[in-house]
């Protein structure tokens, strides 16, 4: 028998010796296989089981569907029983039909007894050793059926032997002319063709992320493949003076055709790409850039683990190895699930960094402090607050760390409360007191202490007024300002806590305290104790007649939601003022109505502090004007983080520089922060134009007080600020267009600056002479002011260049002049404005204009206006430390004259030279000056720096809205100036200005992503989202007049989604996450858009981070005004102070 039907004739048995096969093909017979043998044994089992067939078909079926069904055991049984019952049946009918035998039969009978003998002896397993006697067929035929192969209709995988089939042909067929079909092959697998990726793939993401450029695949012979399945951007000029022309052939003839449409045209294919590399090579420009840096970081910090900076950047890294960075990172929703799976791996992975970087430098506290932060969302909250105190206690010279604790403890909202936060920033200003006057031996004072103290310090008086304690706060300026002017001489010398000690007296005697009536101050009063304690008793006041108490609910119809606003914002307006029993009156403590308006020592005591410096003494009282509502310079703290908190006024977006007067509506700009009694819903236009009546005699008396102890000098810059108020109080009338108001306040404004230029320490002031002529100039009263600024240019203009108070005056007068010659025409060289800068340049007598200058004037003017700038700019090279201040407080308003002068008399172009010659100047200092942080030096350095920004910018676009000219020129400086100064909300109403007139909306979204991302101020986050909400206003009111036009632009609904995108990214940073107004602004937005319960949301994740701002909970009730109850009770919780409760409005409602 042939192994193969095409070999049978070579292994015949019965064949020739001629025609045998030869030795070599043996292996194809099989000697021991007998053909007649084979075939009588099967033909004797098929006649057997064809005659046994018709007698149990029926039943064989039945019990092959029974189990193929699988059935029961006890039905099966019940079958097997039925099923022989009837073969007996069968059996005695089949005897009783016939009784006879016949010889035939017998010999029938024995021979099929014998062949089924040898059947079942061949059907019987045995070993071959096993064999008494050898047979004729040492094997067995397996008569029982598999069902297996019945059901799956092939043998089992183990029975057969493994092979691997190449092709579909078989050996020794003509393939020409013989096929063999397959029946068992399997289905072909289908070939996956992988399309070509787009651009928003995350492979092609991972590569725009890079940034390294994408290097093109590679040919088998190593060269870049010309053409992909991309398509290819035309080259630019760079790339296009180094190609290489396309050669000339018969099918391009001109050569304009790229070797991809060539090869086209002449019928041939492009050369393939093998997928394996053409993979391996786009997939290596990211991930080798990426593996590249992290091994240079480990060799950096192998070689330098002390290097604290390169750990913390190495942390940083994290997030842009798991997550990408730039324009193309994930912002999808499927990447942003992506983005919430795996933040907790890479907190993880950076803690490890950081476990190691501690290690290596065991005393550092920013990698601690980094550690902490990253396990505020690892670990629990009792455990993460018990690590921030143990930390505290090992450093607790620390200010920076400080700060990080406060921030912690006042947003933790699980463990928040006001009074606990209190306690903390005592027991803070104590710690770091101790530590500053050398009480605490074992740890030294670090640079910067005295700084960090008073941030802190008003940092706390901040967090009081935002949590609506106004009381507290303004006891705890009051403390301050009696324990540094007013301290005896006795107590200098002692520590701080037992300075404190001998000052709890004084507070708790009843004496009136700075900004009272009859305030003498602590010495006053220390002196009287130690002479025998006699009291003069204090003259009653006549004048203060008792007004009758109007009722506090005007309309009872209204809401009781809406009423219990209007009467917490009429409380919060009048009634923030600590009060104190009049003893004049016969007045105790029991006679308060609300005991939270009384502040005990307890709660101030531990927070009293010492300021021995000067300057930090001005800037404890500035910064005390300022939280009365008093305008001044912005700034103040020393580290952004600090200022990101305090920003609450939506008036610091809304109110930016007047269209009416473009060149002079700068000089006031706005902190963000709310004044004190100021704090109120967001959208709350009823505000007033300053202080209550008590708070305005409040302020009175601080300013009359606090002038008698302080020297000349300080004692001009605070009455500056007093008169400056006064024209704030102006300007809210004006833009109120309220006339009987403003012709009130002006009446009032007008007789405080007369009294105070009356004095004789302000008569030679310019400056006060400066708000004064302006004072008028906005009230209406020209000539008058014109007066006024003669009158002080007769007095001080021989001082020349050299006067920066002068120079700021001459420019404002200039400036003033230049805005009311528009409405005439265009302004001549022939000018009042002209003649006062000359005037100024020349420093002689000043007489008033007569209307004719002289042009050799002019020119002797430019070259002395040359001279001086050249001589005042700082030179980076040559100045000193201590030389800087002086030269940077004359720059901004010399560089100002100059600029305005060369505008009117040679043009746009001579002025955008001098203002670019002085920022140049200007900007290397600046970034030097950065070093001596903390300081006022700085914030003077960058508020001149800021101030020639903005009259450069002021400048160009009030050229650009008079005369017809491009627009690059004013958005170039206004991108330069931004991107120096991100922080400056001058700036940034300008650019809004300037770009949503042109609706310049991309450029617009590039530039403020691409600031947002350089800076740690949230400022450019809070006009980015102002600039698309005025656009969405824009186009809802066009669809709002249009109802049923299809107008042009983008959809509304786009613009919401990515305004809510933007308050997403914001909030999702550092230094936004904690910002009350930002947070504030979304609430508002989230339901003014529809969506209210994606605003609920907002706000509970907003008490998250800023579960302090009581103005966030009076947004909740007004927009969420069924939820009323809810929101007191979360106030009353927190300790936050509640000065109406809902009890009280049903007591009000029922008089």
Known sequence: ??????????????????????????????????????????????????????????????????????????????????????????????????????????????????????????????????????????????????????????????????????????????????????????????????????????????????????????????????????????????????????????????????????????????????????????????????????????????????????????????????????????????????????????????????????????????????????????????????????????????????????????????????????????????????????????????????????????????????????????????????????????????????????????????????????????????????????????????????????????????????????????????????????????????????????????????????????????????????????????????????????????????????????????????AGICAVGHMTFLSDCRRQAGLCKAGEEFLQNVLQQILLLVSAQDQATITLCWLQYEKLKVLRCLRSGNKRQLKSQGKRSKRLAKRLLKEPNNRGSLALWREYAHLEWLLGNLEEARNVFDTALGMGVSRGLSDPVLCNLCFLYAQLEVEQSLSSGTVSTSSKAVYILTKLAEGAAYTPFSGQINPVAILKARKTYEQALLSFLPEQSTDSDAEAPKKHRRTSSLVGCFGLFQYLTMGIDAADAVYKHAIQKLIPTTLNSEVTDGSLRRCKVFADWESVAVQHVALLRHHTNTNVVPLSRLRLALTDAISLLPSSPLLWHLYLQTENRYHSAGRARRFFHSVAKKTDSVVPYLFAITAERRLKQLLDSQRSHHPGEALPGQSVIGLSNRIRCLFETATATEHGAHCPLLWRMYLNFMVCDGTAESGSGIFYKALQEVPWVKGLYMDAVQLFPERVQEFLDLMTEKELRLRVPMEEVDILLEE
């Open 1 to 670: 028998m042939a192994l193969f039907p095409s070999c049978a004739g070579l292994s015949g048995i019965n064949s020739s010796a001629e025609d045998r096969a030869p030795a070599d093909l043996e292996w194809l017979r099989n000697q021991s296989f007998n053909r007649e043998d084979a075939l009588k044994t099967h033909q004797r089992a098929t006649d057997r089981a064809q005659a046994e067939e018709p007698a149990s078909s029926s039943e064989q079926k039945w019990k092959e569907r029974e189990d193929s069904h699988g059935r029961s055991k006890k039905r099966k049984k019940k079958k097997k029983k039925k099923l022989k019952k009837r073969s007996r049946d069968n059996s005695e009918s089949s005897g009783s039909e016939s009784d006879t035998i016949y010889p035939s039969d017998l010999l029938k009978k024995d021979n099929a007894d014998r062949e089924e003998a040898q059947v079942r002896v061949s059907e019987t397993f045995m070993w071959l050793d096993d064999l008494q006697t050898p047979t004729d067929s040492p094997f067995c035929i397996d008569r029982r059926a598999d069902r297996a192969n019945w059901e799956y209709k092939s043998l089992y995988r183990g029975d057969i032997a493994r092979y691997r089939r190449k092709g579909d042909s078989c050996l020794g067929l003509d393939f020409r002319m013989q096929d063999v079909d397959w029946a068992d092959k399997g289905p072909k697998k289908k070939r996956v063709v992988k399309k070509p990726e787009r651009y928003f793939c995350p492979s092609t993401l991972q590569l725009l992320r890079a940034d390294s450029l994408p290097a093109l695949p590679l040919l088998s012979d190593g060269t870049a493949a010309t053409s992909d399945s991309y398509i290819k951007l035309p080259a630019g000029t760079e790339e296009q003076g180094s190609s290489i022309q396309a050669p000339v052939s018969w099918v391009n003839p001109l050569g304009i055709y790229d070797p991809g449409t060539s090869l086209w045209l002449e019928g041939k294919g492009q050369p393939e790409v093998k997928g394996d590399q053409q993979g391996i090579k786009v997939q290596g420009g990211s991930s080798t850039l990426l593996s590249t840096r992290v091994e240079e970081f480990n060799r950096k910090l192998r070689e330098n683990p002390t290097d604290i900076q390169l750990w913390l950047d190495f942390v940083h890294f994290q997030d842009e190895l798991a997550f990408g960075s730039g324009s193309f990172s994930a912002d999808s929703d499927g990447d942003i699930d992506m983005r919430k799976m795996s933040i907790r791996a890479v907190l993880e992975k950076k803690l490890s960094i950081v476990d190691r970087a501690v290690e290596s430098n065991s005393a550092n506290v920013d990698l601690k402090l980094k550690k902490l932060c990253l396990c505020k969302e690892l670990w629990e909250p009792a455990v993460l607050l018990k690590e921030w105190k143990k930390l505290v206690f090992v450093h607790p010279n620390s200010v920076p760390l400080w700060r990080k604790y406060l921030l912690f403890t006042q947003s933790h909202f699980s463990t928040f409360s006001v009074s606990k936060v209190n306690s903390v920033f005592g027991k803070c200003l104590s710690t770091l007191s101790a530590v500053q006057d050398g009480s605490m031996v074992s740890h030294p004072p670090l640079p910067g202490t005295q700084e960090g103290l008073l941030d802190i310090f008003l940092q706390q008086c901040h967090f009081l007024r935002q949590a609506g304690h106004t009381e507290k706060a303004v006891c705890l300026f009051q403390a301050l300002l009696d324990f540094t002017f007013f301290k005896p001489d006795s107590v200098k010398d002692l520590p701080t806590r037992q300075q404190v000690e001998f000052f709890e007296p004084f507070w708790d005697s009843g004496e009136p305290r700075i900004g009272e009536r009859g305030a003498r101050g602590w010495n006053a009063w220390m002196l009287q104790q130690e002479r025998g304690g006699w009291v003069i008793p204090p003259e009653p006041d006549d004048d203060d007649d008792e007004e009758q108490e109007e009722s506090e609910i005007k309309d009872k119809t209204r809401p009781k939601w809406k009423i219990w606003l209007d009467v917490e914002t009429s409380r919060e307006a009048n009634n923030w003022l600590p009060w104190r029993p009049d003893k004049t009156k016969g007045q105790t403590e029991e006679d308060c109505e609300d005991p939270d308006r009384q502040v005990l020592f307890d709660d101030i005591g531990p927070s009293v502090i010492r300021v021995d410096r000067p300057d930090l003494q001005l800037q404890v009282i500035l910064s005390f004007l300022q939280f009365l509502g008093l305008p001044g310079p912005s700034g103040r703290f020393s580290t952004t983080s600090s200022s990101n908190i305090l920003l609450d006024d939506l008036t610091f977006l809304e109110e930016g520089p007047d269209q009416e007067r473009p060149l002079t509506s700068y000089d006031l700009p706005l």
